[in-house]
C-alpha cells in the first residue's frame, strides 16, 4: 500500500496505520472466512433460517388450506397480506432505527443502553399499530377495492371484496400483540439470542395451523369458517407468541440480563431520542415505501386479471420458503457488523461485510436451483385452475433466476444500515422501487402487451443495477462507523 493509500485509508476511517494497512489486506480474505467465523455466523443465522423456513411452511399450508375454500378466498387473502404487509414492514423499520443502536450498544457491553433502546422501539411500536389499527378500520373496503380489476364479474368482485374485508377487520386483532413480540424479539436478535424467538415463532406457527384446521374446515365440532376461520388462527398465535417470547425472556434474568430493570420508570434520556430518531424516521420512511411500492407493483400486475394476483400469491408463498435463506442472512450480516462496530473492530466489521456477501450469493445460486426445479410441483397441490397453476410457475421461475442478484442487494442494504447510514438506505431501497421498479411495471402492464410473465421478469431483472450501486456504496466504506463510541 503506497503512503498516500494508507494516509486515505486513516483518514476515511479513523484508523491507525497498522489498520489502515489491515483494511487492504482484508479485501483478500473477503471471500472465505476462519472457521470461527462461520461458528459466529451459524449460531446467529441457524435459528433465524429455522424459524422463518418453517414460518413460511405453515404460510404456506394456510395458503393451501384457504386455497381449498376457492380461488376467490385465495385472492382475497392475498390482498390483504399485501396490505398488512405494509404494517407489518413500517414496524420493522421504525425498530431497526433503534436496533442499530442497540446491537452496537450490546457490543459495547452497556445494557442500559440496550434498555434505553428497547423502550423506544415500545413506544414507537404502539404509535404505529394504534395507527394502522385506525386506517384499515376507516379505510380498508377502498384499499381493497383497488386490487380488484375493473372488467371483474360484478359477483365475483362483491364476493372478493366480502371476503377480505371481514378477514382484514379480525387481523386487526392481532396488531397489537405483532408489535410487542417484534421489540422483545428484535432486541433478543440483535444481542444474538436468537433461540427464543425461534422457539415462541414455531410453537405460534403449530397454534395458528392447528386452528386452521379447526376453523376453516370445522373439524372436532368446531364451526366451519372459511376465510375468517383463518383469521381467527392467525390472531390467537400472534398472542400464543407474545405470551412466550415476554414470559420467558424477563423469567431467565440471567440468560436475558440487559432485560432487567426495563420498566423501571421507563426513562428515554432527553439526548438519545434524537439520535434514535435519526436512524429511525428514515428507516421507517423507507419501509413504508418500500413495502408500499411492493403494494403498487401488485396492483400494476392485477390490471391482467384477478388470475394474476393468485397465480403471484402461490409464486410468492413458494418462493418465500427458499429466499429465507439470504434474507436471515441478510439480518444476520447487519448483527453480526453492527456488534463489531460497536466493539470498534472496524477492520473486522468490512471484512465479515464482504464475507456474508459472499456467503449469500453463493447460498442462492444453491436455493435458486432447488426452487426452479420444485416449481413445477408445488403449484398442483392448489384446488385452483391449471392456467393459474402454469402462470404460478412461470413466475417461480422468475424469482429463482433473479434470487443471487437479490441477495447481493439485500446484504448492502443491511451492511449499510449497520453503520447508522439510514438516509443512504432510504434512497438505495425504497426510492429505487418507485423511481425504477415501479414506473417500469406500470408502464409494461398499462401500456404494452407483453405477457405479464415477461413484465415481471424485466421488472425484477432492474436490481441488477440496485445491486451495483450497492457494490459501490459497501466498497467506498462509507458506513465503517461506531455510532455509540462516545455515547
Not at 394456510?62 to 375454500?69: A, E, K, L, P
Not at 445494557?111 to 385506525?134: L, S
Request: aromatic share 12%; proline share 3%.
Amino acid at each position: 500500500m503506497t503512503y498516500r493509500e494508507k494516509t486515505n485509508k486513516q483518514k476515511e476511517y479513523g484508523l491507525t496505520a497498522k489498520e489502515a494497512v489491515a483494511v487492504r489486506l482484508s479485501l483478500k480474505e473477503c471471500i472465505i472466512g476462519e472457521p470461527s467465523f462461520y461458528r459466529k455466523v451459524a449460531m446467529v443465522v441457524i435459528p433465524m433460517i429455522i424459524q422463518n423456513t418453517l414460518s413460511n411452511i405453515v404460510g404456506l399450508l394456510d395458503n393451501v388450506m384457504v386455497g381449498q375454500v376457492g380461488t376467490l378466498a385465495m385472492s382475497s387473502v392475498a390482498i390483504v397480506n399485501q396490505l398488512m404487509f405494509v404494517f407489518m414492514l413500517c414496524v420493522w423499520g421504525a425498530l431497526a432505527g433503534a436496533g442499530i443502536y442497540g446491537t452496537q450498544f450490546f457490543g459495547k457491553g452497556d445494557f442500559e443502553g440496550v434498555r434505553i433502546t428497547m423502550r423506544f422501539k415500545m413506544c414507537i411500536a404502539m404509535i404505529i399499530c394504534t395507527i394502522y389499527i385506525a386506517i384499515f378500520f376507516i379505510f380498508g373496503k377502498s384499499l381493497v377495492g383497488l386490487y380488484i380489476a375493473s372488467d371483474t364479474p360484478v359477483a365475483e368482485a362483491e364476493r372478493t371484496l366480502y371476503l377480505a374485508e371481514n378477514y382484514l377487520r379480525i387481523m386487526l386483532i392481532s396488531l397489537i400483540p405483532f408489535g410487542i413480540t417484534q421489540v422483545y424479539a428484535g432486541t433478543l436478535r440483535e444481542s444474538g439470542k436468537t433461540t427464543l424467538p425461534m422457539v415462541a415463532s414455531m410453537t405460534a406457527m403449530v397454534v395458528n395451523f392447528v386452528f386452521n384446521l379447526l376453523l376453516i374446515f370445522g373439524y372436532l365440532g368446531f364451526p366451519r369458517l372459511g376465510v375468517m376461520g383463518a383469521a381467527i388462527a392467525t390472531v390467537i398465535s400472534r398472542f400464543a407468541e407474545m405470551g412466550i417470547v415476554v414470559v420467558i425472556s424477563h423469567k431467565n434474568k440471567v440468560k436475558y440480563a440487559f432485560l432487567t430493570g426495563l420498566y423501571n420508570g421507563f426513562n428515554i434520556p432527553a439526548n438519545m431520542v434524537w439520535p434514535i430518531l435519526t436512524k429511525t424516521l428514515p428507516l421507517l420512511a423507507n419501509e413504508f415505501l418500500w413495502s408500499l411500492g411492493q403494494a403498487t407493483l401488485l396492483q400494476s400486475y392485477s390490471v391482467r386479471g384477478i388470475e394474476v394476483i393468485a397465480a403471484m400469491n402461490i409464486a410468492n408463498t413458494i418462493a418465500q420458503i427458499f429466499n429465507e435463506v439470504f434474507l436471515s442472512l441478510g439480518n444476520s450480516t447487519a448483527i453480526i457488523v453492527g456488534q463489531e462496530l460497536g466493539a470498534d473492530r472496524l477492520v473486522n466489521a468490512r471484512r465479515a461485510s464482504w464475507r456474508m456477501a459472499t456467503l449469500s450469493i453463493v447460498s442462492c445460486i444453491v436455493m435458486g436451483s432447488l426452487l426452479h426445479l420444485v416449481s413445477p410441483v408445488i403449484p398442483q397441490i392448489y384446488n385452483t385452475e391449471d392456467e393459474i397453476r402454469v402462470l404460478a410457475t412461470s413466475l417461480i421461475h422468475v424469482i429463482a433466476f433473479c434470487m443471487p442478484i437479490n441477495s447481493f442487494a439485500n446484504v448492502s442494504y443491511f451492511t449499510l444500515r449497520s453503520g447508522g447510514k439510514t438516509l443512504i438506505t432510504f434512497f438505495f431501497d425504497s426510492c429505487f422501487v418507485w423511481v425504477v421498479n415501479v414506473p417500469a411495471a406500470r408502464f409494461l402492464a398499462y401500456y404494452t402487451t407483453l405477457p405479464v410473465v415477461r413484465v415481471y421478469f424485466i421488472v425484477c431483472f432492474l436490481e441488477i443495477i440496485k445491486s451495483m450501486i450497492g457494490f459501490i456504496l459497501v466498497k467506498k466504506g462509507v458506513w465503517v462507523r461506531n455510532i455509540v463510541k462516545n455515547t
